[in-house]
Structure formats: structure tokens, C-alpha cells
């Protein structure tokens, strides 16, 4: 078995992070009053909706895409290379992150019907993702 080639899950993380960055903004696009709606009923700063204050969650998804591509790399060997393990690994992320975010809403932070929209749009971004991560590794 061969050994992960970090800097292929660095550079792939990084193109799986682009691509999950530019769906990400057209997401916060569609979900816009949506997330307004939250903020209000949050008692949230306004603020925390204005473009300069995304910069930590533009980190987030380069993370998000590294993890992405690591998971790939570590399931390559055993389900073998190619679109279908990267769906895999893309999804296995994403179910552990959208069962937390579900107990979120049960808990009222998010809406039943801003946690669909949600979830359906990571799951676009996670997919297109991973294939283009995937894609850029090689062991």
C-alpha cells in the first residue's frame, strides 16, 4: 500500500476548496432572506450577513476541501480511484457535518426549511468538490 501524497491532498484540498467557496457564495445568494430571517429571529448583529464578515467561512471550506481530499486518499486504496470513491469520501464528510447541523435545528438555531435549503446546496458543493479534488490527486 502506498503512502498518502500530501501535498497532492494540499493542492487538491485547495481546488476542492475554490470550488466549494464559489458555490458557497452563489448558495448564500439564494438563501439570503433565509438567513436574514435567522439573524433576526436570533437577535443576531446584522452585520454578521455583510460579505467582509465570510472571510472565516472562505477558510472553512479550503479546511472543509482538505479534509475532503484526505478522506478520498485514505479510501483510494481500498474502493479504488475515481469519481465514485471521491463521492464517497465527499459524503461521508458531508453526513457528519449535516447530522450536527440537523441537531442544531432541532434545537431552533436553524429553521426546518433553512436546513433543507442548506443541506441541499453543501450537497451540490460537496460532490462538485470532491470529484474536482479527486481529480487533482494522484499517490
Same mark, same amino acid.
Given at each position: 500500500?502506498? +503512502? =498518502?501524497?500530501?501535498? *497532492?491532498? =494540499? #493542492?487538491?484540498?485547495?481546488?476542492?476548496?475554490?470550488?466549494?467557496?464559489?458555490?458557497?457564495? +452563489?448558495?448564500?445568494?439564494?438563501?439570503?432572506?433565509?438567513?436574514?430571517?435567522?439573524?433576526? *429571529?436570533?437577535? /443576531?448583529?446584522?452585520?454578521? &450577513?455583510?460579505?467582509?464578515?465570510?472571510?472565516?467561512?472562505?477558510?472553512?471550506?479550503?479546511?472543509?476541501?482538505? &479534509?475532503?481530499? /484526505?478522506?478520498?486518499?485514505?479510501? *483510494?486504496? *481500498?474502493?479504488?480511484? #475515481?469519481?465514485?470513491? +471521491?463521492?464517497?469520501?465527499?459524503?461521508?464528510?458531508?453526513?457528519?457535518?449535516?447530522? =450536527? &447541523?440537523? #441537531?442544531?435545528? $432541532?434545537?431552533? =438555531?436553524?429553521?426546518?426549511?433553512?436546513?433543507?435549503?442548506?443541506?441541499?446546496? $453543501?450537497?451540490?458543493? $460537496?460532490? &462538485?468538490?470532491?470529484?474536482?479534488? +479527486?481529480?487533482?490527486?494522484?499517490?
Amino acid at each position: 500500500m502506498s +503512502a =498518502i501524497n500530501t501535498g *497532492r491532498v =494540499i #493542492g487538491g484540498g485547495l481546488l476542492a476548496g475554490v470550488v466549494m467557496n464559489a458555490l458557497d457564495f +452563489a448558495g448564500q445568494m439564494l438563501l439570503k432572506d433565509d438567513m436574514s430571517q435567522m439573524v433576526d *429571529r436570533l437577535g /443576531l448583529n446584522p452585520s454578521v &450577513l455583510e460579505p467582509v464578515n465570510a472571510l472565516p467561512w472562505v477558510a472553512v471550506d479550503f479546511v472543509y476541501g482538505i &479534509l475532503l481530499v /484526505l478522506n478520498y486518499a485514505a479510501m *483510494r486504496p *481500498r474502493f479504488g480511484p #475515481g469519481p465514485k470513491t +471521491a463521492l464517497l469520501a465527499g459524503f461521508m464528510l458531508y453526513g457528519a457535518v449535516t447530522v =450536527i &447541523l440537523y #441537531g442544531f435545528m $432541532t434545537m431552533g =438555531i436553524f429553521t426546518e426549511a433553512l436546513f433543507v435549503k442548506a443541506a441541499a446546496c $453543501t450537497a451540490v458543493g $460537496t460532490a &462538485l468538490a470532491s470529484v474536482a479534488g +479527486a481529480w487533482a490527486y494522484r499517490e
